[in-house]
């Protein structure tokens, strides 16, 4: 119902209630209204209104802007006119309406427009002055528009129309226009929001209603059609809304938002403030009763005041929403309020805050005295004691100090002594935890690449000994010889030992003894120098021995768990060490260490549907390379960090690389150092190694059908 009919009817109401006893109340009134006139000077309209006998009080007067109307009261006065309603038509001036309620009336005059007025006291008379409108006003009402028609161009069209939910729960309605020019005007029409579109065409295709209730915003429907030359979109919501439109080039968006009823309020909405019609009062010496009884009569809101509310007070407001002249009236005179559906309770402050508190005293008290009931309540999803254990704390306020929670481990229930009120209290605690626990699936993925390299190079060389000897014969007949390196003993097979047994006569044996070192257990291969016949070989003999190795390798694991959303998890594979460990006795015992992979996770789902892991994941291994009498030492490779991973996201959480470079060279000091002969005085040793880890973490959320399938 609009606010014009919520007036005129609330007017007509007290009309007809006056209507009986008007004769009576105008006798028993110490003053009257005896009649009404009205004329017309220049471009002002004139009333007089003719009293009994000249006005003993103060009038108090306010004015409406739609419907533009102006209320004057005559303070003990009653209605001696015989009608309550008079038709004028004068100017702007349209009728005048009598109420009298009690000692008091109000004249109401009906206005085509809002125009200002005056009040002036001529002896029995009261002038009422109202001042013309403005010479250049037409006949037709000029009404604000959201956007004005620019331009010349008259083929303005609607190209499109989308419907949207936006972030925060409200609806967005995205219209694309052909150009930037079209007229809008946007009007709220009863219980819906009105949208033209002037001197605007709209296909055929986007002349329909759009049922967009599956949305869950206020907005139920989008209508469009065409009337004439331009387009209207009626848009219907639900409940309490607010709207607001912005146009950025072509495209035009209309939000409406869902407003939250807040008690405290008069006015729902988030805007501004004050949202309420505008009024203005123009009062002097009036009692506070009387402007709250203006308030309510203009609001059609019930309104009770306490007996402690009393004074009077002045006041001049001019086009001020009423909430906020109700708020001024309030802090004028330290009062305050209460609001209850469409009733207003209004009382000192002092007053409603003694009795707010005696209402929650007793409201205590009878929470003592109250019978306890006992109610059980089925876990299904947690365990009966966790949830038990949270409610018997000394710092949750669910239950009051009479209830209690036993427990049945067996059926997995609780048992709940309490108040009633308190019992709802933990109907919806538990309503609200036990529920199902969505599974994580963690999968791991550690690589450990390995590559080495290494060479080995050495060289003996002898001369000036007589340790020659025949130890073969090749296929056509010849003899070989080979040199011994030594005592001059001839050896059968292939066999260069150490210079060992030196002769007397140093210079008869000479030698080099710089053999390339053997590889992880394998031998170097050689290859000897002989001369053409054993005699030559005696004083002349070269060695040479080699050994390269190159070595590719990776190890692959791939740890993976599942668990619940916020619950730790483990799973490790590997072996115990033993070792031995003295006790406090003296005595040796044999303790275990673990060289495992081992991966602990803990998920926890976000609620934009991503997963925040803290992750501890290690692998080790047995080196028996660097085995020790006190035990094998044991290769630890150990990352601890927290991710934050998109479902079904790869992230690698860490990574460690090493190279090991090292070149090592024995030799003969100078003669190592020749250029090219020094190769026959010196042996190298060339090694490169790299190893590189890491670790990849994939987690994907596992939905209630995919976990059922398993």
Request: hydrophobic share 40%.
């Amino acid at each position: 119902m609009s606010l014009y009919r919520r007036i005129s009817a609330a007017l007509l109401a007290i009309g007809l209630a006056c209507l009986a006893t008007l004769a009576q109340a105008a006798d028993e009134a110490s003053n009257s209204i005896e009649a009404l006139n009205v004329a017309r000077q220049g471009s002002a309209v004139i009333l007089k209104v003719t009293l009994r006998k000249p006005l003993s009080g103060t009038l108090g007067s306010f004015s409406v802007a739609n419907p533009a109307r102006v209320a004057i009261d005559f303070p003990d006065t009653g209605n001696g006119t015989g009608r309550s309603s008079q038709v004028f038509n004068e100017g702007d001036l349209r009728s005048a309406n009598i109420v009298q309620a009690g000692d008091r009336t109000r004249l109401v005059l009906n206005l085509a427009q809002t125009v200002a007025y005056e009040t002036r006291t001529e002896d029995r008379s009261v002038i009422i002055t109202l001042s013309g409108a403005p010479a250049a006003v037409t006949g037709t009402s000029q009404t604000a528009k959201f956007a004005e028609v620019s331009g010349s161009k008259s083929d303005h069209a609607i190209r499109d129309i989308n419907f949207r939910r936006g972030r925060d729960g409200e609806g967005r309605i995205v219209v694309d226009l052909s150009d930037a020019g079209a007229g809008i005007d946007i009007r709220q029409q009863g219980s819906t929001l009105v949208v033209d579109f002037l001197k605007t065409s709209v296909p055929d295709a986007l002349r329909k209603r759009l049922d967009v209730t599956d949305f869950a915003t206020p907005v139920l429907s989008v209508a469009t059609q065409a009337i004439g030359q331009n387009t209207r979109m009626v848009i219907t919501p639900k409940g309490l809304w607010e709207h607001n439109a912005y146009q950025t080039d072509t495209q035009l968006v209309v939000e409406v938002k869902p407003v939250t009823e807040d008690p405290k309020k008069l006015v729902q909405g988030t805007r501004q403030k004050y949202g309420g019609e505008k009024l203005s009062l123009n009062f002097q010496n009036i009692d506070v009763r009387a402007v709250l009884q203006v308030i309510a009569d203009f609001t059609n809101f019930n309104i009770i005041t306490s007996d402690s509310v009393n004074g009077s007070l002045t006041l001049r407001l001019k086009d001020v929403p009423w909430d906020q002249a109700l708020d001024i009236i309030l802090q004028a005179k330290s009062l305050d309020m209460r609001k209850n559906g469409n009733v207003i309770w209004i009382a000192p402050r002092d007053e409603l805050a003694t009795r707010e508190r005696l209402d929650f005293e007793a409201r205590q008290q009878i929470s003592e005295l109250e019978p306890l009931r006992t109610e059980s309540f089925q876990i299904n999803y947690h365990k009966a004691g966790a949830v038990a254990a949270f409610l018997r704390k000394q710092d949750q306020t669910i239950l009051s100090k009479r209830g209690s929670v036993v427990v049945d481990e067996r059926t997995n229930k609780l048992f709940v002594s309490d108040i009633a009120g308190r019992l709802d209290d933990v109907r919806a605690v538990v309503a609200e935890i036990d529920v199902p626990v969505r599974q994580v699936l963690i999968e791991a993925q550690i690589v450990e690449a390995g590559d080495n390299f290494t060479r080995n190079l050495g060289v003996r060389l002898g001369f000036g000994g007589n340790g020659g000897g025949i130890v073969g014969t090749t296929s056509d007949g010849r003899q070989v010889g080979r040199y011994t390196f030594g005592n001059g003993i001839a050896q059968t097979g292939y066999a260069a030992g150490l210079v060992e047994n030196k002769p007397d006569n140093l210079l008869s044996v000479l030698g080099v003894n710089l053999p390339a070192a053997s590889i992880s257990g394998s031998q170097p291969g050689q290859l000897s120098f002989v001369l053409w016949n054993s005699n030559a070989t005696r004083f002349l003999a070269l060695e040479i021995s080699a050994l390269e190795q190159d070595g590719r390798g990776k190890v692959i694991s791939r740890p993976r768990v599942m668990t619940a959303d916020q619950v730790e998890a483990l799973i490790e594979q590997g072996v115990e060490i033993p070792y031995q460990q003295a006790t406090s006795s003296g005595a040796t015992s044999v303790s275990f260490r673990k060289a495992n992979l081992a991966l602990r996770v803990k998920p926890q789902i976000t609620p934009d549907g991503k997963v925040m892991m803290s992750l501890d994941v290690n692998k080790d291994t047995p080196n028996t390379s660097l085995s020790t009498s006190s035990g094998i030492a044991i290769d630890t490779k150990h990352v601890k960090t927290e991710v934050l991973v998109e479902n079904g996201g790869t992230v690698v959480i860490g990574g460690i690389y090493t190279q090991n470079s090292r070149n090592l060279t024995n030799k003969i000091p100078f003669l190592g150092d020749i250029p090219v002969a020094g190769y026959l005085f010196r042996d190298n040793q060339r090694i490169d190694e790299k190893t590189e880890l890491l670790v990849f973490i994939t987690p994907r959320i596992v939905n209630e059908q995919a976990a059922q399938a398993r």
